[in-house]
């Protein structure tokens, strides 16, 4: 997720994306995603196994800023909200 600005990448891991899209876009969620205005998803992938789930998504967080651009463009070169296909 990101800001209006695209200025702040978050990646996170849920087992509802859709109610957590929301509750980020609300501010319900305390901390980096509230603090930055995080609001617009903009890449997301979705596993069947948790376990599978949390090991990609430490695997995004360990990678420069530069690979996520890079994931985030392979998908969605405009950065625009993909909350509305879910």
Same mark, same amino acid.
Do not use: C
């Given at each position: ?6 200025? @702040? ?19 319900? @969620? ?57």
């Amino acid at each position: 997720m990101t800001n209006k600005n695209n200025t @702040v990448i978050y990646t996170g891991v849920t087992s509802d994306l859709k109610k957590r899209v929301y509750e980020h876009r609300l501010k319900f @969620v305390k901390g980096f995603t509230k603090r930055y205005n995080i609001e617009k998803l903009i890449y997301y992938e979705i596993f069947d196994d948790p376990y599978n789930a949390i090991s990609r998504e430490k695997q995004i967080k360990a990678g420069s800023r530069q690979k996520k651009i890079n994931l985030i463009n392979a998908m969605n070169k405009a950065w625009k909200d993909l909350s509305e296909e879910l």
